[in-house]
């Protein structure tokens, strides 16, 4: 069995503490931490969403962003990013790859006790990779599909109803879309 990591611990507005804890306690305790995001699309303008595995206790089987996790403690966003990249989905990125387009608070409560707030560090990454490229971890990801932005928004119109992302989330979706579409145009100009 691999160590449990340790998440450092922020303040509400975001700056350290210079503590940390387990992953274990930080949702049980409600304590401010950093996580990285990235949303991975393709030439296609497709969007890569994974489905969450089966045992995750938050939200399983849910459709939503390409790559998340929790930063470790004395990791860089970026790092983070890279390796939950690696770990989840089995793609090797870099930094240069990413493109953080914003820093998005979620700060909620769920029945089961686990308080979540989390501040989502967001990247965008394009990536030439078919859903065959991708080695996923059976642990965080049960599958994955492209899906083009007309789908995504559709799905996201839906959501009530399909499985598909957190309802709660929506702005923060469109803001992605946004910054995906933005950089599909400012690429192909």
């Not at 409600?30 to 045992?55: C, K, M, P, S």
């Not at 859903?131 to 642990?139: C, F, H, Q, R, V």
Request: glycine share 4%.
């Amino acid at each position: 069995m691999e160590a449990e990591e340790y998440i450092a611990i922020l303040n509400a507005d975001g700056s350290p503490t210079g503590k940390t804890c387990l992953k274990s306690e930080i949702h049980h305790k409600g304590y401010y931490h950093n996580t990285a995001h990235v949303w991975f699309y393709n030439d296609h303008a497709e969007i890569l969403l994974a489905q969450r595995a089966a045992n995750k206790v938050i939200y399983p089987l849910l459709w939503d962003i390409s790559v998340a996790g929790h930063v470790d403690a004395g990791e860089t966003i970026a790092q983070a990013a890279i390796r939950e990249t690696r770990e989840e989905i089995g793609l090797e990125i870099t930094e240069q790859d990413l493109l953080k387009v914003g820093v998005y608070d979620c700060f909620q409560s769920y029945p089961n006790g686990i308080v979540d707030n989390e501040f989502h560090h967001t990247y965008i990454a394009k990536i030439n990779k078919t859903i065959n490229d991708l080695k996923l971890d059976p642990e965080e990801v049960q599958q994955a599909k492209f899906v083009s932005i007309p789908e995504f928004l559709e799905l996201l119109n839906n959501s009530a109803n399909n499985s598909h992302f957190v309802q709660s989330n929506t702005n923060y979706y469109l803001e992605v879309i946004k910054a995906i579409e933005n950089q599909i145009t400012n690429t192909d100009a």
